[in-house]
């Protein structure tokens, strides 16, 4: 049975590339032909097999569906408008052309503590496309380095859900991993961010998509401090919302009607919602475009947000294909039988896990559930099980491929192909990955 399942996963992800990558098949069409070749090798029921498909489709558009549609609304706006164009030129007179990809890396690193990574992604990712514009040069030179902070922050740093759950599993000290963290995932934004990028766009030239048509001039965009205040109503909804269900607050000093908004206007559906509202009237209305014109605005920016939400939504599938044949835990519970440094295993394990089934968070909890049983008994100090939270955070986030629904959303969002998702997206996960590694041995043998 064990080997049935480790060749129905190596086949079905062989089977996936030659598609895409030899037959150029549409990777939609391709992601739901292997899921259904997957489930018929791992021997499930055909009728098992389609509901996992919709099972993995509908967990995963439930919420991307949303926020991407709101997303590229909220995009749309901010480039007709030249609300975009007119951000990146303040960014560029204040940190320069040279120093831009540092400003987005920081940004997306601040960012992303409170807010989920694929929203503040969505958010984030009109500013990349004006950047690159202004200055003629790579979106790949702005876009990597805002992922890099995003996904560093997403997985190494409380109060996000990922590090949060493996620290409480672990028995972790939250203020260690914090602290370990930023030790980690600083060097690790600086390679995989503006220097990994710098060296990418030698070789990869990505030009900057448009989700309307061509925005307004230069004398009629909007303030940089409009455009600012816009983008931070939503980041500071869903923040004011984190703090309040975070140990920090307690909830229960306030009235529950206050606790109701927060609860309602911070999630992050309510958050764009109002983002798109407050761009639909300062940067349309406000400024004398007709309905007509913000309706047009619209339809175009939802025609680049349909392949994203069915990518996004295929590759959810495949994820729920090999999460089902229980492929990853069989392999991580055998590694279990064996002996190896306990932060070394969780790295292991929780990126054996990341390859076979697509989602970090995923990865982090279910390594995190299967390193604790090594720590029982054994006499670690706090500051090392922080460390193994590292590890196991950084085993997470190697590899993102073909079944991780981010590959697809930054792959469509940038306007790269599969090849290049693998150059870029693919490879600097795997760089946050190893340095994060890295870092946590040596601070292991150092402390």
Request: charged share 10%; hydrophobic share 55%; net charge neutral.
């Amino acid at each position: 049975m064990e080997i049935q399942l480790l060749l129905a996963v190596g086949l079905g992800i062989a089977l996936l590339l030659f598609l895409i990558l030899k037959l150029k098949i549409q990777a939609f069409l391709a992601l739901l032909i292997v899921c259904i070749f997957v489930g018929i090798l791992a021997g499930m029921p055909a009728g098992d097999i389609m509901e996992t498909m919709k099972e993995g489709m509908g967990s995963t558009l439930g919420f991307v569906a949303t926020v991407v549609g709101l997303g590229a609304l909220f995009g749309g706006i901010l480039e007709q408008s030249g609300g975009a164009k007119a951000l990146a030129s303040f960014i560029l007179k204040k940190t320069g052309e040279k120093n831009a990809p540092w400003a987005m890396m920081i940004t997306g690193f601040i960012v992303a503590i409170p807010v989920f990574f694929d929203v503040a992604f969505i958010i984030l990712v009109p500013i990349t496309y004006a950047l690159s514009k202004k200055t003629g040069k790579s979106l790949i030179l702005y876009a990597i380095p805002l992922l890099a902070g995003l996904a560093i922050t997403h997985c190494f740093i409380p109060p996000t859900p990922g590090p949060i759950a493996v620290a409480d599993i672990l028995g972790a000290d939250l203020g260690w991993v914090i602290l370990f963290g930023f030790a980690a995932g600083i060097p690790a934004a600086i390679l995989s961010g503006p220097l990994f990028a710098r060296l990418l766009t030698k070789s990869l030239y990505v030009a900057p998509k448009s989700f309307t048509e061509d925005s307004a001039p230069e004398d009629q965009m909007p303030s940089a401090k409009m455009i600012t205040a816009i983008i931070f109503v939503p980041i500071f909804l869903i923040v004011l919302n984190t703090l309040m269900a975070s140990p920090l607050v307690d909830a229960s000093d306030f009235p529950n009607w206050i606790n109701y908004m927060i609860d309602l206007l911070g999630h992050p559906f309510t958050a764009l919602i109002i983002a798109n509202l407050l761009a639909w009237y300062f940067l349309g209305v406000k400024r004398g475009v007709t309905k007509d014109k913000l309706l047009k605005i619209a339809a175009k920016s939802f025609e680049s947000a349909g392949i994203i939400i069915l990518l996004t939504g295929a590759g959810g599938a495949f994820k729920q294909i090999l999460i089902n044949t229980g492929a990853g835990e069989m392999i991580a519970n055998n590694l279990n039988e064996s002996f190896i440094n306990p932060l070394l295993f969780g790295f292991i394990v929780a990126a054996l896990i990341r390859v076979l089934q697509g989602s970090s968070t995923v990865a982090m909890i279910t390594a995190a559930g299967i390193t604790a049983p090594l720590l029982e008994g054994a006499n670690y100090a706090e500051s090392q099980i922080s460390l193994i939270v590292i590890a196991v955070a950084s085993g997470a986030l190697i590899l993102s491929h073909v079944n991780d629904s981010g590959f697809w959303l930054v792959g469509q969002y940038i306007g790269l192909n599969e090849k290049q998702t693998f150059k870029s997206w693919t490879v600097m996960t795997t760089i946050i990955s190893l340095v994060g590694l890295g870092v946590s041995s040596l601070l292991w043998y150092l402390l």
